[in-house]
């Protein structure tokens, strides 16, 4: 779905203007003006100028009336509307404004054949309504499910459910959104924008924290207030969670970080049983003294959640009758968010942006999002992690692909092995419309420029997802000469965003670097352009360094000298390769200068005892070679432990060292060890064949690790730690010999079945087999039939092999081979899991059985073996 | 300037909560002690602190029946455990109901749990509960954080998460341990005794009872612990079950064994004679 970019195209189709005006007008941009508030007071109420008291549990009360657990609750509004009313009423006597409709759970997932949602909603306003209260806000909770990727609910999934309530919400005279208890982010965002989308009620949203102050998913106050704010709620907040007087720092944490009112339902304290009767641990006296302390934080919308009652409402209403808002100061922040971190700039403070998720120059990267090999880039994106970046390029961009597509599907799988917050880079706005849609955070955009078609395209994007965005410094004339120029662009862009409501701390400026090599005049313009955008606009900036260096020898060190300046400059946001060495000296360098890193703590905890390595080799920085580069330069300073990893014992090591070097290789496989496979192979390459390395020496080493495992005398772990130690010994013979030579010895698919979540089984079989020689297309857990089909179609497999854990399971491996049969008859299967055996593999129509990973490793051997012979 | 929860999760699970006087509650065998009163319902999850992981039991997941462990694989088992500790962050959370005998919508028998929708098909839970006036309905989990790092591993090193797996499987036994204990000493002041655990899965109690486990005890909410369509909960590292409340003393009658196991027909360790229950 892509609301904006859809908008966007029919205007033009009907040859209207679409600007910023025009799309509020068609609906498609959110704008304040055109929000349906109720009347006056809630409107003071947005500004944060009154108070807004809302009411207590629901549930509680009607857990205390002998509902019993595991019922749906929302099903009352039909059943007893009388007594949902009485609690309601008890509320609005108690001095509740605000009333919350009995349906939290009341989604289509939940209600299942219960009810429908339309009808619990039209039952709960109605509820509400005949109470007496002045505003009705329609309760939203979370959908039950967990998100892909960690869960298996696809965003598109949680995002209907939650329009569909909203629309039945709106369509029964709700006066507010309320979307509350959550502690999954990215189904907050998925909530939210089922409200900006499907109605113009004032959206609130409140997620609720643990006692480590996060989520269960890791969201601190911060990044919810951080992200829920640039998406544009009217209102955010906590929920649930803990006692009001442990809500205090979440509170102070959330007002510091956004300027809209801040919400708080907090719980009255731990359940306990106290003969036979749940009570709460906070009475209401010392519920409102504490909540008195989140008022004075910031807190302006406030009521009660679990354990509350009438009686801590109405302590609560002597607080804020009559009582007016204090205004809030609220620093503006200048930062992007993940689920699970948030990069503030403050001051002078920098933050490296990672550069290797970018398919331009870098042939590996390239080959990977052709064939689907995921893993690659989840491999690139922990390493730059690891190597100290602070935010993560991901570009997708090959003619090939279906770009929005694939950049949704890394930026959900990114975000599940990185905590680092994503630049999402692409030019094309729907491709960037998609990905964003799906991100869990407040993501930067990459890019925008100063063209007007581009900023009319991009804008709304970031606008309506809550991103930052880099602006580039070209316009339909191209990259301008001088400072003045491509200030000119900055100030155009910076303008246009905020026609849009997007702040200048959310416009990032990139003032585009040229190489020295052939503009060499512009490189002290672009240094000057830098400093004028920042001292001039106020804005951040962005620049990717290396391009600097085209075309000149020793890029690194020309790339280093130039970033150093450019930091004097002003740049802020570096775009770069984070695995050079000489990169991460110069960032840490300058944030001791900079004052970022205080007290140089970080500096000398990283450098001190280091020594100086010689200047880099001569192998160009970027480009073709960036990745091998990338490789060879772990972190520069362990200067004394080799790059090769652990050293073997002593004696081992004189031992291997006067084996001849094929006995060394197979000690090297049979042992499981890693670093020193890579070795003999490299000796061995001299005087030997590279088939010759394959079939007589690396193999029967597998199949003699094989054979020990079979009998017993090797369990798992050491056989996966001898396949992992051929697999640096295949990639020294891929590197050094033609590929007819080193051609897979054979394709094959492998899935964890429809309903199955557990995938370790077939990971382990992945990773023997891919460490055989084999090439392994592996298509993840709860993979739908047909997108196996789809595989075995489209790379032409002859062998499949599906994975399930439970008896449950088996019979979706079952679908899947009944589908394989139908539409790929060629296709051999095997099928393997705890619970499968001989006869159960042949019950589901499988040609094989694999008790176990060395099995299936034999069972490749034998298909692919007779297709050699045909 | 960065605030983290990376993916090596808190380095410490959560600290313990205080009760209504302030005071910190005893800490007995690791498991922050719930103070139940009649003893019918844990805290609304309870934060374990110190579990460790078992080792024996995490090697015997693994398959291992005694071959020789060389010094680098040792280390990498170590640094899984170390991950798999720093990574979790256990929770449990407990509720107990009367068992009545019943029929369901088709007239086939079931266990019903008084006060709560759950009804347990099934020959095989019917057995486990014979006697039992009461049923402990349980829940434990290792959380997300855990989750998220198997999924970093899974693409960057194989055996590490083979390994990070068995120690999650170890410690979230031993999690459930500690909640069966909390549940038990509760039982104890009502003068009840407790039998084994007995799972979702096991036997011919389905899987399809796991959701409704989640849903009455707002696991979701409390412990984070959320159902998919296939009946599994996510975080993979949990455990739900089913623990019968007795009245009188217990005879030792229903010591774990193999019996109810789905996997026993081809399970290498029962086949050693080293099942994989102590």
């Known amino acids: 779905m892509l609301p904006i970019t859809n908008a966007i195209q029919n205007l033009r189709e009907q040859g209207k203007p679409c600007g910023a005006e025009a799309l509020r007008e068609a609906g498609a941009l959110c704008d304040s003006k055109r929000l349906r508030i109720k009347d006056e007071y809630l409107a003071r109420v947005l500004a944060g100028e009154e108070y807004l008291l809302f009411d207590g549990a629901m549930g509680t009360m009607l857990q205390g009336a002998g509902l019993a657990a595991g019922e749906l609750p929302e099903l009352l509004c039909l059943t007893n509307p009388q007594e949902v009313t009485a609690i309601h009423r008890a509320y609005v006597e108690a001095g509740s404004q605000a009333v919350t409709t009995n349906t939290f759970g009341a989604n289509a997932r939940k209600l299942g054949d219960a009810a429908r949602v339309d009808e619990v909603f039209k039952a709960a306003v109605e509820c509400v309504r005949a109470s007496g209260a002045r505003y009705v806000a329609a309760d939203i909770g979370p959908t039950g499910a967990l998100l892909e990727p960690l869960g298996t609910l696809p965003f598109d999934e949680a995002y209907d459910l939650f329009a569909e309530q909203v629309r039945a919400a709106a369509a029964a005279g709700a006066d507010i959104i309320l979307i509350e208890t959550m502690a999954d982010l990215l189904e907050m965002k998925a909530a939210v924008l089922a409200a900006k989308e499907n109605c113009n009620l004032p959206v609130f949203a409140t997620m609720t924290f643990e006692e480590d102050g996060r989520t269960f998913l890791g969201t601190s106050p911060r990044i919810a207030a951080m992200t829920l704010a640039a998406l544009g709620v009217q209102a955010l907040g906590v929920n649930c969670s803990l006692g009001p007087a442990e809500l205090l720092p979440i509170v102070r944490e959330m007002a510091a970080a956004a300027s809209c009112p801040i919400m708080v339902q907090a719980n009255a304290g731990l359940p306990k049983m106290v003969d036979g009767h749940t009570v709460y641990e906070v009475t209401p006296e010392s519920y409102a003294r504490d909540a008195a302390a989140l008022i004075e934080a910031g807190a302006s919308i406030v009521g009660g959640c679990c354990g509350t009652s009438p009686a801590y409402i109405s302590q609560l209403s002597a607080l804020v009758e009559r009582h007016r808002p204090v205004p809030r100061d609220v620093r503006a922040l200048c930062g992007v968010t993940s689920a699970n971190r948030a990069v503030v700039l403050e001051g002078r403070d920098v933050a490296v942006i990672g550069e290797r998720i970018n398919p331009t120059g870098k042939k590996r990267l390239k080959e990977a999002l052709r064939t689907g090999n995921v893993d690659y880039i989840l491999n690139e994106a922990i390493g730059q992690t690891e190597a100290g970046a602070d935010i993560l390029d991901v570009n997708a961009g090959l003619p090939e692909l279906d770009e929005a597509a694939v950049l949704c599907d890394l930026v959900g799988r990114i975000q599940s092995v990185t905590g680092c917050p994503l630049q999402i880079d692409s030019s094309d706005p729907a491709a960037v419309e998609a990905a964003v849609r799906v991100y869990a955070g407040k993501p930067i955009v990459n890019s925008v420029n100063g063209k007007r078609e581009n900023l009319e395209a991009v804008l709304p994007v970031v606008k309506h997802y809550g991103c930052a965005v880099i602006g580039l410094t070209l316009d339909e004339n191209g990259i301008p000469p001088t400072a003045e120029e491509r200030f000119a662009i900055a100030e155009r862009i910076v303008r246009t965003a905020e026609s849009y409501g997007i702040p200048r701390e959310d416009v990032f400026i990139d003032c585009l670097v040229m190489a020295a090599a052939t503009n060499q005049s512009e490189v002290v313009e672009i240094l000057r352009a830098i400093t004028m955008c920042k001292e001039r606009l106020g804005v951040r900036t962005v620049l990717g360094v290396s391009n600097v260096s085209f075309g000149l020898p020793l890029r690194e060190v020309v790339n280093a000298t130039f970033l150093s300046a450019a930091f004097a400059a002003g740049l802020d946001m570096p775009i770069l390769n984070p695995n050079s060495a000489r990169y991460r000296e110069a960032v840490d360098s300058w944030r001791v200068l900079c004052g970022q890193d205080a007290g140089a703590r970080h500096y000398v905890e990283e450098y001190a005892g280091r020594t100086l390595s010689p200047s880099s080799a001569p192998a160009g920085a970027s480009g073709a070679a960036g990745g091998a580069q990338a490789g060879s330069a772990q972190p520069g300073g362990a200067a004394g432990s080799a790059a090769s990893g652990v050293a073997p014992s002593a004696s081992n090591a004189t031992a291997e060292a006067n084996a001849d070097p094929e006995s060394q290789l197979r000690h090297c496989i049979v042992s499981g060890r890693r670093a020193q496979a890579a070795d003999a192979v490299r000796t061995l390459l001299a005087m030997h064949d590279p088939m010759d390395i394959i079939d007589a020496m690396l193999i029967p080493a597998l199949d003699e690790v094989g054979d020990k495992f079979e009998r017993g005398t090797f369990f798992l772990p050491q056989l996966m730690a001898s396949a992992e130690a051929a697999k640096p010994g295949f990639d020294v013979i891929r590197e050094a010999a033609p590929a007819d030579a080193t051609a897979t010895k054979g394709e094959l698919a492998l899935a964890t079945v429809k309903g199955d979540i557990h995938d370790i089984g077939k990971n382990i079989v992945r990773m023997l087999l891919e460490n055989y020689g084999y090439k392994v297309y592996d298509l993840g857990r709860d993979v739908d039939p047909q997108a196996v089909v789809d595989c075995v179609r489209e790379r032409g497999l002859k062998l499949v092999g599906l994975s399930a854990l439970m008896t449950t399971t088996v019979r979706g491996m079952e679908e899947t081979i009944r589908l394989l049969r139908e539409q790929t008859p060629d296709v051999q299967v095997f099928v393997g899991g705890a619970v499968l055996t001989p006869e159960y593999a042949q019950m589901v129509g499988a040609d094989y059985y694999a008790k176990d990973a060395a099995e299936s490793a034999k069972l490749c051997a034998k298909v692919f073996g007779e297709n050699h012979g045909e | 300037m960065l605030e983290e929860h990376s993916a090596s999760g808190p380095a410490q699970p959560v600290a313990a909560t205080k009760d209504a006087s302030g005071e910190s509650r005893e800490v007995e065998n690791g498991t922050q002690r719930a103070l139940n009163g009649a003893g019918r319902l844990s805290e609304a999850a309870v934060a374990v602190e110190g579990a460790k992981v078992d080792r024996g039991e995490m090697l015997r997941y693994l398959g291992h029946a005694g071959q020789e462990i060389a010094p680098e694989l040792a280390a990498r088992i170590d640094g899984a455990v170390e991950l798999c500790e720093r990574t979790s962050a256990p929770r449990f959370s407990w509720r107990t109901f009367p068992v009545r005998r019943g029929y369901d919508d088709q007239g086939k028998p079931v ?65 459930a341990d500690m909640c069966s204990a909390d549940a038990l000493a509760a039982a104890k002041e009502r003068g009840l005794t407790a039998g084994s655990r007995f799972s979702p899965g096991y036997g011919d109690l389905p899987l399809s009872v796991q959701p409704h486990i989640v849903r009455i005890l707002g696991a979701d909410r409390r412990i984070g612990m959320t159902p998919t369509q296939g009946g599994f909960v996510v975080p993979a590292k949990s455990v739900t079950a089913f623990m019968g409340l007795f009245e009188g003393p217990r005879a030792a009658v229903d010591r774990r064994s193999c019996v109810a196991c789905p996997a026993r027909e081809r399970c290498m360790l029962r086949k050693m004679g080293t099942p994989c229950y102590r």
């Open chain 2, 111 to 175: 266990l019903k749990l008084e006060g709560s929708t759950l009804e347990l098909p099934g020959a095989d839970i019917s057995a486990h509960l014979e006697g039992a006036t009461e049923c402990v309905v349980l829940a434990c989990t290792l959380g997300l954080s855990n989750e998220r790092e198997a999924r970093r591993l899974a693409a960057v090193d194989a055996t590490t998460a083979a390994l990070f797996s068995a120690a999650g499987s170890a410690l979230v036994e031993t999690v």
